[in-house]
Every structure is written in structure tokens, then in C-alpha cells.
């Protein structure tokens, strides 16, 4: 039977693709944009006639029919990270959490420490050869096709074909759904003059030919901006965004300095514009991975000059960054911070970087605080703490004493709360 016969024989409407699932199932599917649509919209008008199946993810992007607090014990959602979609129904307590590493999922998938019975994904139509692509979030979703009892692809032209380890065989899947919606683009984030001044100081510490690891975000997006007159960077990242894409057509990323896969672009899922999925069609220089590869800290530290840039929300006087929680309520998620943070600690002149605003809540509150809030997340610990970066400049935390740490950051603080955090030092004996 030829290729496309095959494809033919495979092909199915949408509704009868959620028959696939049975009771107790849980139903993986990827990141964010590379979220199936069709069938998520399908399974959401049939999720009455299933019982306890569960779809986890990282990140969606739409509020599908399934967010439903009546219909849980049909279908409900298990955050591996926390959306906008899913964040209610976390801080309510009716979607469920999976803390991990990111890029440990893809082993507690294989061995079988989280379950993985079908998976639904988003894919490119099929090259010659019977291979799609998973271009828009190979992360966990590859170790998952090889656990599924079932593989249901929806099949977009608008869903580049990347190369990587991220294909999948036609003879691997159990049915395909057809798709012409447009993927999801995401939009740029707002830039403010708190986020361009930290940009400012994060792109003085970025030398020439060091490699990044950078995400979605305001300030990530103004590092990117102020990246312009940087030569031979690098990209080993988790995401790839606009602000990537932007610096290669700059001729600023050539990835010639990594020492890691020198020459390509690495990352793990992408989330942007049409213009950004049209780039990453059959380019060369780009590959994607699943997230034991991209963020594995070893391979990544293996590059030199690994500059990691990630964000948080809190950070106490040791160094300790909450990240994915606001207290006790659950914000986002563990992701990559850890991953990268270590990788950079490894890298030969590399450097872990945390970015947050000194202020919250029209800067009513101190993001730099003595201890976290209570019931804080801890997504990176006072031992893999490097630099910290506010709009009041830079913190370098790694090898000082609880002491030297406290005075570094009060010193970065906002003006207005720096009395008040340095009589709180006092009181614990760090001043």
C-alpha cells in the first residue's frame, strides 16, 4: 500500500477520534500552540459520555469546552504548567497539578511515573516519505507517542515541518483528523521603561558569541531588542519566539561559537507569529528536540558562555526565587527555569540570570522580600542562584554568604522599601 492509500485509510472525522479514549484514560497532549484544535473542540462536545479522563498539558492556549468545574468527573485538566486557561481552574482546585522539571517529564513519561494512553497533537501534512512533523512542541510529546496506546495527529498545512527529532512515522499513528485553522499566534508582550532598563543591564552582561537561552516575555523581548549589536550568538533554548527569529534576520544569531551542535538553533516547542511558524519550514539551522534533549542541564552547560535569562516573581534575602505561585495559588509552573539555571551554572563562563521588577501592585509591594510569602512555590533554590536583575541594577548572589546576599539585594531594590527591607535584615542578623 503506498504512502497515500495509507493516509487515506487513516484518516477519520473528529468526533469519531475521540471514541479512541476510554474511561480512566489520560490524554497528553503538547505545548501550548501545538495543541490539536479540532479535536480538543470535538472532545469537548463529547466529554459527557466519558468517565475520569484526564489531559495533560503545559500551557494551552484556548479555554476549551472541557474547563468546565461541573464536568470533571467526565473530563478535567492536570496542569504540567499553568495558562492562562487553566490558572482558574487551578487556584479553584478543580484542575489538578503535576510539579516536575521540564526536562525530566520526558523519562517519568517513559517510565511510566506519568501516564500516557493516547496522545492528540498537531502536526504538518506528511512529507514524502510518511513523516509529519511535531514542529510546534516536540517537549514531552515524543516520549508520549512512544508510550500511547493510540496517536491521533490533526493534520494543518499552516504547521511547518521542522527539522529534529521531532517526526513521527505515518506507520506510528492510529488515525488522522484534518485542520485548515490558522495556529495560534501570540502576540508581543507590552514593553514599559521598568523592563527596557532591566534589558539594559542583562544585555551589557551578554558578550559576543555567547549562546541564550531566553523566553517569552516582556523583558526577554527587550534583552532581544538591545541584542542588535551583538555578534556570532547563539540560541539552546526551550522556546523559540519572534524576538529569535528577529536576531537571526539581524545576522546577529549565526550559532558558529556553540560548541553544542555549532551552526544550529536548538529548542523544544515555539510560540509566536505566522511569520515565526513559516521561518522554522525545513530551515536548516534550526532543529527541534524533545525537552530531555534541550534542556538536559549537562548537554545544554556543554556550551560555553550559556547565558540563561528567566523571570520571577518573588525573591527572598538567600536568594530564593518564587516563581510559579503567588503564595499558596498556583500561577504557572516549574517549566525551565531550574533546567537552565543549572545549565548555566555548568557553562564555562556561563551566566544564570533572574529578571523581576522591583515593585508589584503599582509599586505598593517589594518583589525582594525577606522570606517568601507563605506557601510559596521555590522554582530556584539559594544554591543555584546567580545573578538577580532589577531596574536598579545587578545582584551577583553566587558563592556570597547569607549576609553579603541580603546587602546585595536591598541594594537593588526599589528606593522607596530599602529602609524597611534593611531593618527587617537587622532583625534576622544579616546586617
Aim: net charge neutral; glycine share 8%; aromatic share 6%.
Amino acid at each position: 500500500m503506498t504512502y497515500e492509500a495509507a493516509y487515506r485509510a487513516k484518516r477519520a472525522m473528529p468526533e469519531d477520534a475521540v471514541r479512541l479514549l476510554r474511561d480512566g484514560d489520560t490524554l497528553v497532549v503538547p505545548t501550548g500552540v501545538a495543541e490539536p484544535p479540532t479535536l480538543l473542540t470535538a472532545l469537548s462536545a463529547q466529554r459527557r459520555s466519558l468517565h475520569d479522563v484526564k489531559v495533560a498539558q503545559i500551557l494551552p492556549v484556548r479555554p476549551y469546552g472541557y474547563f468546565d468545574p461541573d464536568t470533571t468527573a467526565h473530563v478535567r485538566h492536570v496542569a504540567y504548567f499553568f495558562g492562562g486557561a487553566s490558572r482558574p481552574g487551578g487556584q479553584a482546585g478543580w484542575v489538578d497539578f503535576i510539579p516536575s522539571y521540564f526536562s525530566e517529564m520526558p523519562p517519568l513519561i517513559e517510565r511510566g511515573l506519568m501516564p500516557a494512553d493516547v496522545v492528540f497533537s498537531l502536526a504538518s501534512p506528511m512529507d514524502a516519505h510518511g513523516w509529519f512533523s511535531l514542529s510546534l512542541g516536540a517537549d514531552y510529546t515524543m516520549a508520549a507517542i512512544k508510550r500511547a496506546r493510540a496517536i491521533v495527529l490533526e493534520v494543518n498545512p499552516h504547521v511547518p515541518f521542522a527539522n529534529g527529532n521531532c517526526h513521527v512515522h505515518l506507520s506510528q499513528v492510529t488515525a488522522l483528523v484534518e485542520s485548515e485553522t490558522p495556529v495560534f499566534e501570540v502576540g508581543l508582550p507590552q514593553i514599559g521603561p521598568v523592563q527596557q532598563a532591566i534589558a539594559g543591564y542583562v544585555a551589557e552582561m551578554i558578550p559576543d558569541g555567547a549562546t541564550l537561552q531566553i523566553g517569552y516575555g516582556a523583558i526577554p523581548d527587550a534583552v532581544v531588542m538591545q541584542l542588535t549589536d551583538k555578534r556570532d550568538l547563539g540560541v539552546h533554548t526551550e522556546m523559540i519566539g519572534d524576538g529569535i527569529m528577529t536576531l537571526v534576520e539581524a545576522g546577529v544569531v549565526t550559532n558558529r561559537r556553540k560548541n553544542h551542535l555549532p551552526g544550529k538553533m536548538m529548542a523544544t516547542f515555539a510560540l509566536g507569529s505566522n511569520k515565526l511558524y513559516r521561518f522554522m519550514d525545513r530551515n536548516p539551522a534550526l532543529e527541534m528536540h524533545p525537552v530531555d534533549v534541550t534542556n538536559d542541564p549537562y548537554l545544554a552547560g556543554r556550551n560555553d558562555n550559556l547565558i540563561a535569562i528567566n523571570a520571577t516573581m518573588q525573591i527572598d534575602f538567600l536568594g530564593q526565587c518564587g516563581s510559579e505561585s503567588q503564595g499558596i495559588k498556583p500561577y504557572s509552573g516549574t517549566g525551565g527555569q531550574s533546567d537552565f539555571v543549572r545549565a548555566a551554572n555548568r557553562s564555562q563562563g556561563g551566566k544564570a540570570i533572574i529578571v523581576l521588577p522591583s515593585t508589584a501592585k503599582d509599586d505598593t509591594i517589594s518583589r525582594i522580600a525577606p522570606v517568601l510569602s507563605p506557601g510559596t512555590h521555590v522554582s530556584t533554590s539559594k544554591n543555584d542562584i546567580n545573578y538577580v536583575v532589577t531596574e536598579y541594577g545587578v545582584a551577583q548572589l553566587r558563592g556570597q554568604s547569607a549576609k553579603a546576599r541580603a546587602r546585595a539585594l536591598i541594594a537593588i531594590a526599589h528606593p522607596r522599601f530599602r529602609d524597611e527591607l534593611s531593618d527587617a535584615a537587622r532583625q534576622m542578623r544579616l546586617l
